[in-house]
């Protein structure tokens, strides 16, 4: 063991030397990032504000939700004013970025209720929405579409204050638990219904109206990153107006493409122009080729 | 700090207000809801009741199993118990309610050794059709496929015995580790094998028989939902016969298509209507523009 | 509640039985498997050794970096020999297995600073490739290409030393956190950028060259994979030559399937032929239908 030891020893040298070549993985002072375990708890902890009464924190009764939620927001805008002050002090002196990450705590923290009522009225468009959905509480236990938007809107409300960094591990932090990833600089408005959801992305400039419907599978992209870079803050993504329904696998791509209101996209639709509003647009299908086989296991040809 | 203390007091109580205006979101009796984390635990070991060995309580020996067993059965009786209790008090006495949830437990329990049998042939399926598999083991270790359909499976028993809210928890959880979206309500056969899996949906009332695979990215979904809750029980998902391939991407839709016996659906089909037994569907292939393009990297075009 | 003790006595028993039906699923013995948790704990933690800086140990300071890298890479290597040699004990003596496990950590570990310099070249494609990404900092932080691309950067170190169903664990992992799934067993070059991601299927015997670009959706699979176990270790899937880009929803399959360099694969592209170097193939765009309705919310025709 003696000489696993010493092997062992060889290792670490080896690895401390490789920290010290200078590039962006060789940064190791961790205290000076934000810390991702802490914004993620922090999520959850806003998710727990908005809709208070599905999940379970044990101690919460009506009698003393006033204390309850005193400790739940303080503890949230504590963490809150703690991580934006890791983002910003790159960019000034600490000082300044606490006063700044408190000005901006309360800031976003006031948004809360109308985050709140558009939490509702996406509650409201998956019931009506889905066939399949017994009850709102289902909706609000355990839709993954509902889940995903509540994290963006609220995502969206600190990266509207211009919070670097924290919104976008917020928003990734739900692509991970439901496969849709929204980017939190997208616009979108009230009565958002999204269906299973997994695979959607929705980009950084789209624009989103009120009522619109997305299935599982749905792009709404840029037509090409062949620009990297060089395109940043460009809009590069669509814009969808009010009661839009977007059906599974459809592609819209291009900073310039509208779908008018009150418009129907048909599953895997690719779209790049823009179509206007009161239409269905529908790819036409694929015609099938079937082919009779000699089927291995039935044995006889029908 | 002293004005912090107001200003904090002052958004507790602006959302304190926000809690009264009676919106399904400001319900905040959470014990009368389940618990989703006790639900999602609850899952989780009765998927090590399924398969024994393939977890860790490190203390779990042959020679004690029994103990092991029993202990790790109570628990999972004593908390479905629990949470069924806490849905059907809405709709009846609370007494009632504990002891329909006593007999709901103990008749889905008992189901425990039939879901069993099927999860065994769903590994059966997963090793005799994937070359990737380097043993049984490494199915039952990490195919997120097997993970989905054992989860669907426990979950259906408790659906068939009509309890509610809790089936739909356990497969929203499978769907958020696996991009498995397997409505409790399905009806699915022996020796089904899901690979990869990412972005697969099954609706509620699909119907799938025996041996049949399905990969990545396939829906089983409904033609159009404009109906919403008005087509609330209808069948609206397909049937999908035995011995049955659906490839990558393809969709089915409607509650009237039924894809025959020993039928091959190819890649990215889009099928609305039904296809006879024996058949190879395939999507013809969108014809491909190629394009040689003076290449910037490459600089010579061949 | 004596005759509930009763029953859940009998159930016990019903399962006790149904566990000694010789079956794979009735395996027992869990002490003699991988611990799939420990296993999952040491890749996050292997995961800090690639990318310092990106997370959270508080107690981790530029001055004492070496007690802390020493801990924590002798509690990576404790735990990589504890599950390779209960991995390996299954085809060798207790103590030789121990042994090997000791060359194999080893081995593994040092080849930790190589997959860090690739980890590098694949931020710095993320970043040049992504107008979205604000900063190399939000790409480690939370892009979860990167964070499937480095697992399996170390599981394919792994898979290459022949260490049997750790690899596969490790990039499962992966795929439940991302939805994307990348096999161990492929061959993937420096540069590599996966933007989104969910969905992605990257196949076994997969070759992917330098600076290769890929979105959500696409699957570099196998053309048919009726064969089963009969094709194990045969090359079933394709070959992407240096600077490629594949745009969403891509298919390629098959073989003997190469991409030429410098390539470029449009959106939903159905691919099962080599396309030569220096190409765009696009799919031919599916003519869209579109048809003006009359607009129940609307109740205007435009």
Chains 1, 2, 3 share one sequence.
Not at 8 to 36: A, C, F
Not at 41 to 61: E, N, Q
Not at 115 to 134: L, N
Not at 257 to 276: L, R
Request: hydrophobic share 40%; proline share 4%; with cysteine.
């Amino acid at each position: 063991m003696d000489s696993m030891e010493q092997k062992l020893e060889i290792l670490v040298d080896s690895l401390l030397l490789d920290y010290q070549k200078g590039r962006d993985i060789d940064r190791t002072l961790s205290y000076r990032h934000p810390d991702k375990d802490a914004i993620i708890d922090m999520t959850v902890k806003l998710l727990r504000i908005v809709y208070p009464g599905y999940s379970r924190d044990k101690s919460f009764r009506i009698y003393n939700a006033k204390h309850n939620l005193s400790m739940l927001i303080e503890d949230v805008v504590f963490h809150l004013i703690e991580q934006i002050t890791l983002v910003l002090q790159d960019s000034m002196e600490r000082d300044t970025a606490r006063e700044t990450a408190q000005k901006l705590s309360l800031a976003f923290m006031e948004q809360i209720p109308a985050i709140r009522a558009m939490a509702q009225t996406d509650v409201d468009a998956a019931f009506a929405g889905d066939p399949a959905a017994a009850s709102k509480d289902e909706i609000i236990f355990c839709y993954p579409g509902l889940f995903a938007i509540t994290v963006y809107r609220l995502a969206h409300g600190l990266q509207q204050l211009q919070v670097p960094t924290i919104p976008r591990i917020m928003t990734e932090y739900a692509h991970s638990v439901t496969g849709i990833d929204i980017h939190p600089g997208a616009t979108i408005g009230d009565h958002f219904f999204i269906d299973h959801g997994t695979g959607i992305v929705i980009g950084e400039t789209t624009v989103i109206g009120s009522h619109v419907k997305i299935y599982q599978g749905v792009t709404l992209g840029g037509l090409s990153t062949r620009g990297g870079q060089s395109l940043r803050g460009i809009k590069r993504h669509p814009t969808i107006e009010d009661h839009v329904t977007i059906y599974a696998g459809a592609s819209i791509l291009g900073g310039e493409t509208v779908i008018g209101h009150h418009s129907v996209i048909g599953a895997n639709a690719f779209i790049t122009d823009s179509v206007p509003s009161c239409t269905t647009a529908v790819s036409l299908e694929q015609p099938l080729q079937m082919k009779q086989r000699h089927c291995p296991g039935c044995g006889k040809q029908e």
